[in-house]
């Protein structure tokens, strides 16, 4: 969230723009976009990252958000998936005046693509899946969150039943692919690699 601030795409400026609510873990990336793309119209402001580990709290933050910004934007676009809210977020974006979110259930199936992530996901029940904030963070989001540095015998409980890690990232970086492959076997996991880039996110943002 500080980056988001530090860029300037925070401010609150009125008709004509667009306001994201976004999930954390998803910040950098946008960011990204919006420079890449000049979408000067489109403003941020991020939820924390770690109500990953209480969807249960989405709802009611985003709905916050909403009404904390609602009289200043002629639009309001919600990027969250439904991340184990069970239908609740959906709810509150239908009670707040049918605002849109971005389609899928969580950022791993819109970033490989909805419909790719559908199929494949039967057969890969046993995956524990990576994007790059997930990889870059992986020490405090994951490890320490789930008590594993101070509990390492808990790993193959936690990790048991999956078979093999797929990192997805959104940019090409080698030393973020080390860093994969490494918490890979640190896992026991095999390693698996298929480069996504911004899915679509990038697709939902251009349609704004």
């Known amino acids: 969230m500080e980056r988001v601030r530090q860029r300037g795409f925070n401010f609150k400026r009125g008709l004509g723009h667009t306001l994201l609510i976004a999930c954390g873990a998803l910040g950098r990336e946008i960011i ?110 994951v490890w320490e969150a789930l008590a594993l540095d101070r509990h390492d015998d808990m790993v193959a409980f936690v990790f048991g039943n999956y078979t093999r890690l797929l990192f997805m990232p959104q940019v090409k970086d080698e030393a973020l692919e080390q860093k994969a492959r490494g918490i890979a076997a640190r896992l026991g996991l095999d390693y698996a690699y298929q480069f996504c880039g911004y899915g679509e996110l990038e697709a939902s943002m251009a349609r704004l």
Do not use: M
């Not at 934007?73 to 239908?87: Q, R, W």
């Not at 239908?94 to 950022?107: L, Q």
């Open 32 to 141: 990204d976009l919006i420079e890449l793309n000049g979408w000067r119209h489109l403003d941020v402001t991020c939820l924390p990252a770690k109500l990953h580990h209480r969807p249960q709290l989405i709802p009611d933050e985003v709905r916050r958000k909403i009404r904390a910004n609602r009289s200043r934007y002629e639009k309001i676009f919600v990027l969250y998936g439904d991340c184990g809210t069970g239908g609740l977020l959906d709810k509150v974006l239908e009670e707040e005046g049918n605002i849109e979110r971005i389609p899928g259930p969580h950022c791993f199936s819109f970033f490989r693509g909805n419909e790719v992530f559908a199929r494949s996901s039967e057969d890969d029940i046993s995956t524990f899946y990576l994007t790059d904030y997930f990889c870059r963070y992986f020490e405090k989001f």
